[in-house]
């Protein structure tokens, strides 16, 4: 207690505080902070401070540290219950008064001064724990590099409850500066009397504070005692840094660009002053003490550039998640910003991005900050949040809420279904000035209308699971969806709402009630090439089966189309035990009905022998025999997800392909493509080793699903032109397989007549039964293969038709068939 009051009582009869009413000297300030301290005397407890820019709670303030208590400050009228609960403050000073609570005592580390919400959980009770070495460390640093003098007076523009606002009274007091306090902003002329009154020398401000300076003519104010302002708690505009730098350099004073976080007990790095005008899009360069390290990140290409990561003695003890925490002495040396960098070639630093301002919506990373700069260039004001795969975007002032929802669409570059617009009358902002994305977030939801039903039913209907069970906000995918009830969803999801994103089955059933209904239907619709390819596989394995015609090559296709759907369907990102489970049921779905209808044509047929009920045939033989391989197409795909499964149960294999999803891929092909040209010198045979033989086709479509870029793309293409070069006895078989898997590879959507689009996907949905029987099914009708080729397509629908109407009877006779599923969690992936 002695160490801070003696040092108010250092600087003597030095101006202290001033406010409309009164002005403290320090000497007269350490009386009252040493009052403070001797009535919050005791044990070591925790304060919780309710904050406002007067004398009262900076003596509070003091008076709490100088007793070596642990000070929790919170704004005033902003709910703090979330943090009264968890933490229980031993003593709550706010307007009415101090209450002492009786608690238990408290163990809390030695170190421990202050707790602190940060900026962006304002309210929450994760808090940022700051020892008394960071605030002396930081404060120190701040001083020095804006040079703060005895002399100077700064003014309170931001609340003691935001450590930027807190660190301009730490920086000022340290160096006997004096402090103008009060709570009016910078659009008050009273604040402006105010601070000429007392020959205010410095403000500080956050982006949106100097947004205000200049809608009300700052430029032209009479500061003469005006020394420097500082702009720091987010990004600000490069033009407009650089329009206060020639203003600071007309006017006579300077501008400090600064850079830093509540974890580092504020500041990071600043930009000198010099600099402003001419390198105004940088952070500037680290405080004494502190350094900057780039460090790679995923997502992000360019040995240059990657995030920001900031050591120094500055750095916050740790977080606190419950009072337990308080306990813990330093658990961290480095803080990882979050923020996307680069080291400039002249030293200075540069931010070119926000890890978490940037979201992944329809395969696209969006930089929301450039969203807002788009609107602002277009007279648009705005904060843009984003809630899932819908980008929220609040505006200031009278605009048509569907002309910013197509700007909002078109600088990010969805389609305009995804945004949501909110016009208000001024944008939402934290007490600390920065702008309030929960509340925009907020906005959103209270904003939403009542949606229809129609989607869940749709849903349901095709899923087979009840429409009530439903959560609105689970997918496609994470509702277990599957290669063959996609087909379905497709067809009749587009009827319902028009052309779909490209990356529907990963959007929420809540977004895509969200995409505006087309005015009129038109006569085209949107087709997945993956689905026509598999209708086109289908009709030519039958017909050349049948000898309609000789066109080979739609089963390779259909292996290819296997694993795109692999890739897009058993990959996705749940845990690891859901994703094995998840091929065991794929494994299944098709492994089943092909077992049940062996065991059919066995009966009734002498087309198969016992080895084809183990779906191995190619494995056990026997070979002679001509309908041997006839089903070999289901047994290569079962056992290649098979022996997928069991290298994706282990741990290892699942966190490489998490991380590295298309080199994993690509490491699969090349395993395909060595068993192809038989590098290894196995003199594989074609028959008893097809299956390893035929991987690199399934391959081939799962990487294709995992390329997201056109150079990955190319080397795909590369690979497949390689590769079947000379794999086909027919120069036709190979260029149908190509231009197949080249459509695959290149254009995964095409526009086909509406009608055309239903009869495509009804065939693809039945193109597993119809694979099953069409051996059985064209036989009779021995002489008219275009009759068999007709009768085992339909056969295939029917049947389809006859399990899909059997699994409803289920449901309705005995619930959902899925009860034993999360309806966050994917299910079956049929491939």
């Known amino acids: 207690?002695?160490?801070?009051?003696?040092?108010?009582?250092?600087?003597?009869?030095?101006?202290?505080?001033?406010?409309?009413?009164?002005?403290?000297?320090?000497?007269?300030?350490?009386?009252?902070?040493?009052?403070?301290?001797?009535?919050?005397?005791?044990?070591?407890?925790?304060?919780?401070?309710?904050?406002?820019?007067?004398?009262?709670?900076?003596?509070?303030?003091?008076?709490?540290?100088?007793?070596?208590?642990?000070?929790?400050?919170?704004?005033?009228?902003?709910?703090?219950?979330?943090?009264?609960?968890?933490?229980?403050?031993?003593?709550?000073?706010?307007?009415?008064?101090?209450?002492?609570?009786?608690?238990?005592?408290?163990?809390?580390?030695?170190?421990?001064?202050?707790?602190?919400?940060?900026?962006?959980?304002?309210?929450?009770?994760?808090?940022?724990?700051?020892?008394?070495?960071?605030?002396?460390?930081?404060?120190?640093?701040?001083?020095?590099?804006?040079?703060?003098?005895?002399?100077?007076?700064?003014?309170?523009?931001?609340?003691?409850?935001?450590?930027?606002?807190?660190?301009?009274?730490?920086?000022?007091?340290?160096?006997?500066?004096?402090?103008?306090?009060?709570?009016?902003?910078?659009?008050?002329?009273?604040?402006?009397?105010?601070?000429?009154?007392?020959?205010?020398?410095?403000?500080?401000?956050?982006?949106?504070?100097?947004?205000?300076?200049?809608?009300?003519?700052?430029d032209a104010k009479e500061l003469p005692d005006l020394r420097y302002i500082t702009q720091a708690g987010g990004r600000m505009p490069p033009e407009r840094v650089r329009q206060f730098a020639e203003l600071a350099q007309d006017a006579g004073f300077e501008l400090f660009v600064m850079y830093g976080a509540t974890e580092a007990t504020a500041r990071m790095s600043y930009l000198p002053s010099e600099l402003a005008l001419s390198r105004p899009n940088t952070i500037g360069r680290p405080i004494r003490g502190g350094s900057f390290s780039i460090e790679p990140l995923d997502g992000w290409t360019g040995g240059d550039v990657g995030e920001l990561v900031y050591r120094g003695p500055n750095v916050m003890m740790g977080y606190a998640h419950g009072p337990t925490d308080l306990e813990l002495g330093k658990t961290v040396e480095t803080l990882r910003t979050g923020d996307i960098a680069r080291l400039c070639a002249d030293g200075l630093y540069e931010v070119v991005g926000r890890n978490s301002r940037f979201v992944k919506m329809y395969g696209l990373r969006i930089d929301l900050g450039q969203v807002e700069a788009a609107l602002r260039a277009q007279g648009m004001q705005s904060f843009c949040a984003s809630d899932d795969n819908t980008l929220v975007v609040a505006v200031a002032g009278k605009h048509d809420e569907r002309e910013v929802q197509r700007a909002a669409a078109e600088a990010a570059g969805v389609p305009p279904g995804a945004v949501r617009a909110v016009t208000v009358e001024e944008l939402p902002l934290l007490p600390s000035g920065k702008p309030d994305y929960e509340t925009v977030r907020g906005m959103a939801r209270t904003t939403d209308q009542p949606q229809s039903t129609d989607l869940r039913e749709l849903f349901a209907d095709v899923l087979q699971v009840e429409a009530a069970t439903l959560d609105p906000d689970a997918s496609f995918v994470d509702l277990g969806g599957n290669s063959l009830s996609y087909v379905t969803m497709t067809v009749r999801l587009e009827r319902t709402i028009g052309q779909l994103p490209s990356n529907w089955q990963s959007m929420s059933i809540r977004q895509l009630e969200s995409i505006a209904k087309p005015a009129r239907r038109s006569w085209l619709a949107t087709l997945e090439t993956s689905v026509a390819l598999r209708a086109a596989a289908i009709v030519l394995i039958v017909g050349s089966h049948a000898e309609l015609f000789e066109l080979w090559g739609g089963a390779h296709i259909l292996l290819a189309v296997a694993g795109y759907n692999f890739g897009r369907f058993c990959l996705t990102p749940v845990p690891r035990n859901d994703r094995v489970r998840h091929l065991g049921n794929t494994i299944a779905w098709i492994a089943v009905p092909s077992v049940l209808w062996v065991a059919v044509a066995l009966l009734l047929t002498d087309h198969y022998t016992w080895t084809n009920l183990l779906l191995a045939n190619k494995f056990l033989g026997p070979h002679d025999s001509m309908t041997a391989g006839r089903l070999w197409f289901v047994e290569v795909l079962v056992w290649i997800l098979v022996g997928l499964a069991l290298l994706f149960w282990l741990p290892l294999m699942d966190r490489l392909e998490r991380r590295r999803p298309f080199t994993i891929a690509v490491a699969f092909l090349v395993i395909g493509l060595a068993l192809r040209y038989d590098i290894l010198g196995m003199n594989l045979g074609r028959d008893a080793w097809f299956t390893m033989l035929a991987f690199w086709f399934f391959a081939i479509g799962w990487a294709t699903a995992k390329a997201t870029t056109t150079l990955q793309r190319i080397a795909v293409t590369v690979a497949l032109i390689v590769a079947l070069h000379g794999y086909f006895d027919s120069t036709l078989r190979e260029v149908m397989v190509m231009a197949g898997l080249a459509l695959l590879i290149w254009v995964p959507t095409i526009r086909c007549p509406s009608a055309l689009t239903v009869g495509i996907g009804v065939i693809a949905e039945a193109s597993l039964y119809t694979y099953l029987v069409h051996y059985q099914v064209y036989a009779m009708f021995d002489g008219h293969p275009a009759l068999g080729v007709t009768a085992s397509l339909a056969v295939g629908v029917l049947l389809t038709f006859v399990v899909t109407v059997l699994r409803r009877w289920l449901r309705s006779r005995f619930g959902s068939l899925r009860s034993d599923v999360s309806p966050r969690s994917s299910t079956v992936s049929q491939t």
Not at 81 to 90: G, M
Not at 109 to 134: C, E, F, I, Q, Y
């Open 1 to 218: 207690m002695r160490s801070l009051i003696e040092h108010l009582q250092g600087h003597g009869e030095r101006v202290a505080v001033l406010t409309d009413a009164a002005q403290l000297s320090y000497l007269e300030l350490a009386d009252r902070v040493a009052e403070a301290a001797q009535a919050l005397h005791g044990p070591r407890r925790l304060v919780l401070l309710e904050t406002r820019n007067d004398i009262s709670t900076l003596v509070h303030y003091l008076g709490a540290l100088a007793a070596s208590h642990v000070v929790l400050p919170v704004a005033e009228r902003r709910d703090h219950t979330a943090i009264e609960e968890t933490y229980e403050p031993d003593i709550v000073i706010d307007g009415s008064g101090i209450r002492v609570y009786h608690h238990d005592e408290r163990q809390m580390h030695d170190d421990l001064a202050l707790l602190m919400s940060t900026s962006g959980s304002t309210g929450s009770p994760k808090l940022v724990r700051l020892s008394h070495t960071n605030l002396v460390a930081n404060a120190s640093v701040i001083a020095e590099y804006l040079g703060i003098r005895e002399t100077d007076r700064a003014a309170t523009t931001l609340p003691m409850s935001y450590c930027y606002g807190l660190s301009v009274i730490h920086s000022h007091l340290l160096m006997g500066a004096g402090l103008i306090l009060t709570d009016r902003s910078v659009v008050d002329e009273e604040f402006w009397r105010l601070f000429r009154r007392y020959r205010g020398t410095s403000l500080a401000g956050v982006p949106y504070t100097f947004e205000l300076l200049d809608s009300i003519g700052f």
